[in-house]
């Protein structure tokens, strides 16, 4: 069974760091490229950053350049976005997703909370 599974996400306070995980089961994300995503009550889903298939390129939006980072680990199976300087405003469910050649697959998501 194909899945992604996110992991890490969880309460910490602003500027605090949370490093969150997307496993990929069921088959290999080496030829995919993996993208995180984030949707705050009320809002529309968007896009926080991604990494290509080698990992060679990655981009970031703006409301994470600088505090954010994405890396994967091949041999692992799993993409990670190490999240750093953490704001009330990056309060949200994390999702990744992974796309090649038509083929999209989402994790079920993990809760991120910035809060005092």
């Known amino acids: 069974q194909v899945q992604l599974v996110e992991s890490g996400g969880g309460l910490v306070q602003p500027g605090g760091s949370l490093r969150l995980s997307c496993k990929g089961s069921g088959f290999t994300l080496d030829y995919y490229v993996i993208g995180w995503f984030r949707q705050a009550p009320g809002k529309e889903r968007e896009g926080v950053s991604c990494?290509?298939?080698?990992?060679?390129?990655?981009y970031y939006a703006d409301s994470a350049k600088g505090r954010f980072t994405i890396s994967r680990d091949n041999a692992k199976n799993t993409v990670y976005l190490q999240m750093n300087s953490l704001k009330p405003e990056d309060t949200a469910v994390y999702y990744c997703?992974?796309?090649?050649?038509?083929?999209?697959?989402w994790g079920q998501g993990t809760q991120v909370t910035v809060s005092s």
């Open positions: 997703n992974a796309f090649n050649r038509g083929k999209d697959y």
């Open positions: 990494i290509s298939s080698s990992g060679g390129s990655t």
